[in-house]
């Protein structure tokens, strides 16, 4: 069964940071490549971040960049994402996503209904 769970969320003030985390198992970590989605209510899911299963390409959405940092531990099988000098309106519930197919949508930051797994998310709250 493949489980993806993500941590770190929580309360930060504007401009603090934060470090997401998004433990992976039942899949061959190498083969997936990662990535960041999130969601505000009545809004539009928003590709962030990606990692592909080499970790040599990395895409950010043009909102985070600068500010955020995806990275990878194979021997954990685990995908972070480092937020810093956070806004408000980065505020939402953060996903984490695999997959080993449909690594133009999600490196892309395209929403996808086939993606192979998601966790269950974890709240970022910013506050101004």
């Known amino acids: 069964e493949v489980q993806l769970v993500e941590s770190g969320g929580g309360l930060v003030q504007a401009g603090g940071s934060l470090r997401l985390s998004c433990a992976s198992s039942?899949?061959?970590?190498?083969?997936?490549?990662i990535g960041w989605f999130r969601q505000v209510p009545g809004k539009e899911r928003e590709g962030v971040s990606c990692?592909?299963?080499?970790?040599?390409?990395?895409y950010y959405a043009d909102s985070v960049k600068g500010r955020f940092t995806i990275s990878s531990d194979n021997a954990k099988s685990t995908v972070y994402q480092q937020m810093n000098n956070l806004k408000p309106e980065d505020t939402a519930v953060y996903y984490c996503?695999?997959?080993?197919?449909?690594?133009?949508?999600?490196?892309?930051?395209?929403?996808?209904?086939?993606?192979?797994?998601w966790g269950q998310g974890t709240q970022v709250t910013v506050s101004s």
């Open positions: 996503v695999a997959d080993p197919i449909n690594v133009a949508a999600l490196c892309g930051g395209y929403y996808s209904s086939a993606f192979a797994a």
């Open positions: 990692i592909s299963s080499s970790g040599g390409s990395t």
């Open positions: 039942g899949i061959t970590f190498d083969d997936y490549a």
